[in-house]
């Protein structure tokens, strides 16, 4: 998709403290999702799982676009690539949920964070103002070797189970990308974020209904304390750092925006060591060293 001239938003403004700040907050409470999730497994199936957390998400967007008086439903040109926004992000979490059954939360955040790498090889043909340079690939690269470290590939109890998860939260996180690179080569980028995130939410909640359904899923009891309290956590994530998330999208560059989500495993291994008993290993120290080497390297101006 194209950057039409009058859709075409202004130049990408350098990240500073406050925004750098901003994101990595983000990170933290993203990096607690893989944890969520597992957490509410035993209790609520992951497309219902999902499904309930897009559904309270968006109540509480709507709720905020009705404080802030945002308009959303003028004529701006935004009805198909939002439609096809709202398509993408279904089909993301229609396959990391599920993809999770099969496989760890730590090699889940891994796979689901490679997201920046697909903005930036898409970058190059639909974001043409935003291609990183050789010294900002050499970082993606270092972000990369550092995440791999950090979750200790190769692994000697990954079997062809885990391999197929892995594969469909890698596939979700290229459709991650997608969605990321349609916001900013349409006119997406020229409204709300709050707008932004109904598209995806009022589009994605209606197929994920359907793809429970036909999967069979069921709630045999009611959710008990520990599955409710990371469902009310996964709700307020998607309520109210998303549209934070959509505002730095539109107002930074994508590129190096979505460079700093590679943080979000290395804070999803800390929430993995503090409640989940996993081990604190020398890969994770040598991973904090390489992802801040790499986005050292990403954020240098061309």
Known sequence: ??????????????????????????????????????????DVPPLMQVTIRCSGGLLIV???????????FERDGTLVPGLISGV?????????????LYTTA????????????FVALGARWFLPNERLAPIQWIGMVLCFYG??????????????????????????????????LVMKASKLVTVAPEKMLIYQLVVSVP???????????????????VATGWMVFQILVVGLTFPVWFT?????????????????PLFGLAAGFLLLNEP????FGIAVVLVAAGLILVNRRA
């Open 1 to 42: 998709m194209a950057v039409s001239s009058e859709a075409a938003a202004p130049q990408a403004r350098s990240l500073d403290a406050g925004p750098i700040a901003l994101i990595i907050l983000l990170c933290m409470c993203w990096g607690l999702n893989q944890v969520a999730i597992k957490f509410s497994f035993p």
């Open 62 to 72: 709507l709720a905020w676009t009705w404080y802030r008086g945002v308009r959303l």
């Open 88 to 100: 993408l992000f279904g089909l993301e979490f229609a396959l990391i949920f599920p993809g999770m």
């Open 106 to 117: 730590s090699r889940a955040s891994l796979f689901v964070y490679t997201a920046p790498f």
């Open 147 to 180: 995440l791999a470290a950090a979750i200790g590939i190769p692994q000697p109890d990954v079997d062809a189970r885990v391999l197929f998860g892995d594969a469909m939260i890698l596939l979700g996180a290229a459709i991650w990308g997608a969605t990321t």
């Open 207 to 225: 197929m994920l209904v359907a793809l429970s359904a036909a999967f069979g899923e069921r709630m045999t009891h009611m959710p008990g304390p």
């Open 248 to 264: 730095l999208i539109q107002r930074f560059s994508a590129t190096r925006v979505s460079a700093f989500t590679v943080l979000t």
């Open 280 to 283: 604190f290993t020398l890969a």
